[in-house]
């Protein structure tokens, strides 16, 4: 049960980050102070918010069966960390300002989390 609930509010929010990314680009991007972008960098931030969606499909498959897709766990936990680093690093720089990061602590959160959940469920 905890599994269920774990994975698919990370789901939840993977989807909703994902959605904001490809869809919703003109009211977030002001609200989270993201520079404008065009040409290729349009393809980059896609391809984020299509990798982002397919790390919440991936939340969906361990909410439904924890243990035959306990791989991707780990995988999740290196993802989560990877994207709070990468928004950490340029706000330390004094590049960005703390709204992204801020939004990406949510991941350190929930990379300690199913770090518990896998040192729990051995």
């Not at 404008?36 to 919440?56: D, K, R």
């Not at 989560?80 to 300002?97: D, F, N, Q, S």
């Amino acid at each position: 049960m905890h599994a269920r609930w774990l994975f698919g509010i990370a789901a939840a929010f993977n989807f909703a980050v994902a959605a904001s990314v490809l869809f919703l680009r003109p009211w977030i991007g002001p609200l989270f102070q993201l520079d404008p972008a065009t040409g290729t960098n349009l393809v980059n931030i896609n391809i984020a918010g299509v990798l982002i969606a397919a790390f919440g499909w991936a939340y969906v498959c361990v909410a439904r069966d924890p243990v035959r897709y306990r791989p991707y766990i780990s995988f999740g936990i290196i993802g989560k960390l990877g994207v709070a680093i990468a928004a950490l690093a340029p706000w330390l720089t004094g590049a960005i300002g703390w709204r992204v990061p801020a939004l990406a602590a949510a991941d350190l959160v929930f990379a300690a989390l199913f770090a518990d959940f896998l040192r729990r469920t051995r």
